[in-house]
């Protein structure tokens, strides 16, 4: 299975902007951005083909980007415009999630309004 390491988060006042990244031991196909909440099921953000194809969940569309390096095998979520509600764990995975999957530690984002 693929190792998956993500990084970027913090701390950040509403309006403001992060920029996450996920470097994965091997080449995937299809990456997606993962977020879970304190009492809520996680649930994907956006997701990216190798062809660089997107999609993105309607709350976080206009304001997040997702994007991929296939060489490094890494993928960035550009985050703008960020709302309290945006505080999240954020992972990255394989989209769609695999049967039988691991999770990295993820990258927590935090939102202060």
């Known amino acids: 299975q693929v190792q998956l390491v993500e990084s970027g988060g913090g701390l950040v006042q509403a309006g403001g902007s992060l920029t996450l990244s996920c470097v994965a031991s091997?080449?995937?196909?299809?990456m997606g951005w993962y977020r879970q909440a304190p009492g809520k099921q996680r649930e994907l953000v956006a997701a990216?083909?190798?062809?660089?194809?997107?999609n993105y969940a309607d709350s976080v569309k206009g304001r997040f980007t997702i994007s991929r390096d296939n060489v490094k095998n890494t993928v960035y979520l550009q985050m703008n415009s960020l709302k309290s509600e945006d505080t999240a764990v954020y992972y990255c995975n394989e989209f769609p999630l695999p049967v039988v999957t691991n999770w990295g530690q993820g990258t927590q984002v935090t939102v202060s309004s």
């Open positions: 091997g080449s995937v196909n299809r």
């Open positions: 990216i083909t190798r062809g660089a194809n997107t």
